[in-house]
């Protein structure tokens, strides 16, 4: 008689089921269909970031400066952007894109050109040590971010892209929070 193969070993519970757990016992009404998919999604999102700031020290970037670079190499030949359209597709404000873009600019990364559509603006550029950087830069955030995804199958990371696009944020306002009584205001 042959025996089948050993399963290995069952996964003990983790952060997230500890959490479900004491709430179930503590304050069950709070539980939603939603909370412990949301806790993972919390805890999924903290691996990635935290992925990526473990690369981009020995590429000599801050996530300020990957982000912008990443940017513009993403829009395509010549790599170019405005300063505002980088602002606001990184959600950075105007004063702290200049000074990452200085940065950039005094590492010889980017440049600033006169926009060819209208001479009172500018463009940032990707120079081609930039263009260099910017892919290095996202082959090891790739690399960061597969290393996450190690222990899950391919079945299983192509199940939960399929379910997450179903939760679409964009198309619809986030709630506003439930205002206690201390918060409420008197009428």
């Excluded at 008689?1 to 069952?10: D, F, K, L, S």
């Excluded at 030949?77 to 300063?83: L, V």
């Amino acid at each position: 008689m042959t025996a089948g193969p050993t399963p290995g070993p069952t996964p003990g519970p983790d952060p997230v089921d500890a959490l479900m757990g004491a709430w179930r016992s503590e304050l069950p009404d709070v539980l939603r269909p939603t909370t412990e998919l949301s806790k993972r999604i919390v805890l999924l999102a903290g691996a990635l970031d935290e992925a990526t700031r473990g690369v981009l020290p020995e590429l000599g970037l801050t996530v300020a400066e990957f982000d912008i670079l990443i940017a513009l190499r993403r829009a395509g030949e010549p790599y170019r952007m405005k300063p505002n359209e980088l602002a606001r597709a990184l959600l950075l404000s105007s004063g702290g894109t200049s000074n990452v873009i200085n940065h950039l600019a005094d590492r010889g990364l980017v440049v600033r050109e006169p926009s060819p559509d209208d001479g009172r603006s500018t463009m940032i550029r990707l120079t081609a040590d930039g263009v260099t950087t910017a892919e290095r830069a996202v082959r090891a955030n790739a690399e960061a971010h597969e290393a996450v995804f190690a222990d899950a199958s391919p079945a299983a990371v192509k199940t939960a892209t399929r379910a997450l696009r179903e939760v679409d944020v964009h198309r619809r306002p986030a709630p506003r929070p439930t205002r206690t009584g201390r918060n409420r205001s008197r009428s």
